[in-house]
């Protein structure tokens, strides 16, 4: 282990035991869940010397998941391919070599316990690239959560935490388990918020992805800062209620100005749904929130009808599944 990934004390240090449903085949191959996140709240406090923004934001751990499985082999190397199933246009723009965050999670750890060992990932991809739904993040915390179980190697919580953090911002929270939390720093210092009831949303993606690095560089900082405590307190409550209003997102204007794709998919689905339409994370995917399964349906049949668009129904379960 490094000493900057023992000494790093600004993260997450817990693993939820139901995360991810690591589930072994027989001990040739294990596979997992990557649930894809939403930001239901997120604002910009400040731009840091690393480069990197401070921010305050929610994230909900979601039902859309990729699945990906780690396979023994013969050899010491470490490769990734697509599941035969992983349809052509989800593989546009994922690398499968080094430079992929599975890899780069797997080699981390590799080298930090010294396992000669080497292992095939195989990724079967349902949440699309540069969507702001995290898909990237949830495969490298899968892949470290895969990592530890596949070769028993004595990696705590805290570190693979740390590992997390060094790979990306918003792995912390895929890799807590949490089905919500209030995530600060650059996303990566993870607190849980204990959901009162379960969650629904209808969310869309335009065919244009959008690049995380231009929408924070397109984000003008302002001084009036909004807070997530009331979001909090509405996500926390047993009953019923519709968080729309008190949803906000600081990067959708610079979302907007990239993709025009995005906006107009936006101010298309105000004008038929006639309710708030937020981005998650720094986009393009945008999304609804609903009150019930039985709205996010009536939601979706509008979308369907009205502007010919087929939609996703993501639901965020209070409690995640239990780990068999
Ligand atoms: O951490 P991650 O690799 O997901 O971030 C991608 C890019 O998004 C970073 O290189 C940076 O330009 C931007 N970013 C940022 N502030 C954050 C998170 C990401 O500026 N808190």
């Not at 292992?119 to 991809?125: D, G, Q, R, V, Y």
């Not at 995290?134 to 570190?159: E, H, M, Y």
């Not at 984000?219 to 509405?234: F, H, R």
């Not at 609903?290 to 509008?302: D, L, N, V, Y």
Request: proline share 4%; charged share 20%; hydrophobic share 40%.
């Amino acid at each position: 282990m490094t000493e900057s990934a023992q000494s790093d004390s600004n993260v997450q240090t817990t693993i939820s035991t139901v995360c991810c449903g690591l589930r072994a085949l027989d001990d040739s191959m294990l596979t997992a869940e990557c649930p894809a996140k939403l930001n239901v709240f997120l604002e910009v406090l400040g731009k840091r010397p690393d480069g990197y923004h401070e921010l305050e934001t929610v994230m909900l751990r979601t039902s859309l998941c990729d699945q990906l499985s780690i396979r023994r082999t013969s050899g010491s190397g470490l490769s990734l391919r697509f599941s035969d199933a992983t349809p052509a246009h989800l593989r546009a723009g994922v690398p499968l070599n080094e430079s992929n965050l599975i890899l780069r999670a797997a080699e981390i750890l590799r080298s930090a316990v010294n396992i000669p060992e080497g292992a095939e990932f195989i990724l079967h991809k349902r949440i699309p690239p540069e969507s702001g739904l995290a898909g990237g993040s949830s495969n490298a915390a899968t892949a470290l959560l895969l990592c530890r179980r596949f070769w028993s190697v004595p990696v705590s919580d805290l570190q693979l935490h740390s590992m997390a953090a060094s790979l990306g911002s918003d792995i912390n929270f895929l890799l807590s388990g949490y089905p919500a939390a209030l995530c600060s720093g650059r996303g990566e210092q993870v607190r849980e918020i204990l959901l009162g009831r379960d969650l629904y949303f209808v969310a869309l993606r335009p065919k244009k992805g959008n690049s995380t690095a231009e929408v924070f560089r397109g984000t003008i900082l302002e001084q009036d800062l909004k807070s997530s405590g009331q979001l909090v307190d509405q996500l926390r409550q047993a009953r019923r209620a519709d968080i729309s209003a008190v949803m906000f997102n600081r990067l959708t204007a610079a979302g907007r100005q990239v993709n025009a794709e995005m906006d107009q998919l936006i101010c298309r689905l105000e004008s038929v749904v006639r309710r708030p339409v937020q981005m998650s994370g720094s986009g393009s995917t945008v999304f609804i929130a609903a009150s019930t399964m039985g709205e996010a349906r009536q939601i979706q049949g509008i979308i369907r009808d009205r502007l010919r668009l087929s939609s996703w129904l993501l639901e965020v379960p209070r409690a995640a599944v239990i780990q068999s």
